[in-house]
């Protein structure tokens, strides 16, 4: 899976693999932002660490090796992928501001709610 940096109303990605890659995607109001799957579900985050604010990513990176947690590149801060909290690291108990996306039945990822 490439990594993909789209604006609406295109897709962000035309698939997203379970525990692979995330799609880079900006957001509405101009911020960055990721979509990744994880256990069959797409969520989305402003790729912003809570802790330092750097990017989480590196080269669409976001989940940590086990695939259990996103972890932020820049000092290894692990996140649930499914609520943003962080849970290790030096923003413990902070949280990734969400950002709306969903995917439809053919696989695609999209910006916003679905609908
Ligand atoms: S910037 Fe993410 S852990 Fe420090």
Same mark, same amino acid.
Request: proline share 9%.
């Given at each position: 899976?490439?990594?993909?940096? %789209? *604006? %609406? #109303?295109?897709?962000?990605?035309?698939?997203?693999?379970?525990? @692979?890659?995330?799609?880079?995607?900006?957001?509405?109001?101009?911020?960055? /932002?990721? /979509?990744?799957?994880?256990?069959?579900?797409?969520?989305?985050?402003?790729? *912003?660490?809570?802790?330092?604010?750097?990017?989480?990513?590196?080269?669409? *990176?976001?989940?940590?090796?086990? @695939?259990?947690?996103?972890?932020?590149?820049?000092?290894?801060?692990?996140?649930?992928?499914?609520?943003?909290?962080?849970?290790?690291?030096?923003?413990?108990?902070?949280?990734?501001?969400?950002?709306?996306?969903?995917?439809? /039945?053919?696989?695609?990822?999209? #910006? @916003?709610? /679905?609908?």
């Amino acid at each position: 899976m490439s990594i993909t940096e %789209q *604006q %609406q #109303p295109l897709p962000i990605a035309p698939a997203l693999a379970e525990g @692979g890659l995330a799609a880079l995607f900006t957001a509405p109001d101009g911020a960055k /932002a990721f /979509a990744v799957r994880w256990q069959g579900e797409v969520y989305g985050y402003l790729n *912003q660490c809570p802790h330092a604010g750097g990017p989480l990513d590196f080269e669409g *990176q976001v989940l940590e090796s086990s @695939g259990r947690f996103l972890m932020c590149a820049r000092h290894g801060a692990i996140f649930e992928p499914d609520t943003g909290k962080c849970v290790g690291g030096p923003c413990r108990g902070a949280r990734l501001t969400p950002v709306a996306v969903h995917a439809k /039945a053919d696989g695609s990822v999209w #910006p @916003g709610a /679905a609908g």
